[in-house]
Nanobody, 113 residues
Framework: QVQLVESGGGLVQPGGSLRLSCVASGFTFSSYAMTWYRQAPGKERELVAHISSGGSTIYAVSVKGRFTISRDNAKNTVLLQMNSLKPEDTAVYYC???????WGQGTQVTVSS
């Protein structure tokens, strides 16, 4: 059974940093691309970052240069380092395996002073 469990969300001031983690199980993690999405209140879910099985990355324009996606295949974990956070980054962040179409439960990130 595929499982994705996110953690690391919280409340942070503008300009601050957070690191999100997603631990995967139920599939051969190293063989799959992984993605982070987010959904703000009243808005559609949007792609934030993507990392291929080989480590190539793609970012949304709104986060490029501030967020970094990475993976640790030994720990079945995909990470999202978020720096220079802005209030508009406030959202629930979800981990996803795009090939298996599996989603985590999400972790709330709130950027506010």
């Amino acid at each position: 059974q595929v499982q994705l469990v996110e953690s690391g969300g919280g409340l942070v001031q503008p300009g601050g940093s957070l690191r999100l983690s997603c631990v995967a199980s139920g599939f051969t993690f190293s063989s799959y691309a992984m993605t982070w999405y987010r959904q703000a209140p009243g808005k559609e879910r949007e792609l934030v970052a993507h990392i291929s099985s080989g480590g190539s990355t793609i970012y949304a324009v709104s986060v490029k240069g501030r967020f970094t996606i990475s993976r640790d295949n030994a720990k079945n974990t995909v990470l999202l380092q978020m720096n220079s956070l802005k209030p508009e980054d406030t959202a629930v962040y979800y981990c996803r395996n795009p090939n298996l179409d599996s989603w985590g439960q999400g972790t709330q990130v709130t950027v506010s002073s």
